[in-house]
């Protein structure tokens, strides 16, 4: 190799450490003190209640569900209250668990409830792979 090929290669490698360093890191899965928490609002883009998006941050120690919580959406408030109650059936179970359950949507929710299971179904999914 002469002088010129190894100087270019060189940089090529450094430009592409410094790219992969700048990434983000997976912005799905965080860990706090113990808890690992799935937020699906990038993974789950594609999943809409009545109005759009309903994405959730799943709460995980030791394998079990600890919370999973709602987070900002555009559904209509009185309608997604109903439908977000539903979220309680995955507390305490363990992941495995919780991802094969059978939640029954809310009626006169029903877009936003299944909505909001198919977000936990596949933040579920998605923590089991990437753990």
């Not at 912005?27 to 113990?34: N, P, R, Y």
């Not at 949507?105 to 936990?120: D, E, Q, W």
Request: hydrophobic content about 40%; cysteine-free; charged content about 25%.
């Amino acid at each position: 190799m002469n002088k010129k090929t190894i100087i270019t290669s060189s940089v090529a490698a450094i430009a592409v450490a410094v790219f992969l360093s700048a990434m983000p890191a997976d912005s799905v899965i965080t860990k706090d003190a113990g808890t690992t928490i799935v937020n699906t609002t990038n993974l789950t883009k594609n999943v809409r209640g009545y109005r759009g998006a309903t994405p959730v941050k799943i709460f995980i120690k030791k394998n079990r569900v600890t919370k999973v919580e709602a987070l900002q959406n555009h559904e209509t408030p009185q309608y997604f209250a109903k439908a977000k109650a539903l979220l309680d059936n995955f507390e305490g179970k363990t992941v495995t668990k919780a991802e094969k359950m059978d939640v029954d949507a809310v009626s006169g929710a029903t877009m936003s409830s299944k909505a909001l299971i198919k977000n936990v179904r596949t933040g579920l999914q998605y923590y089991k792979d990437h753990k």
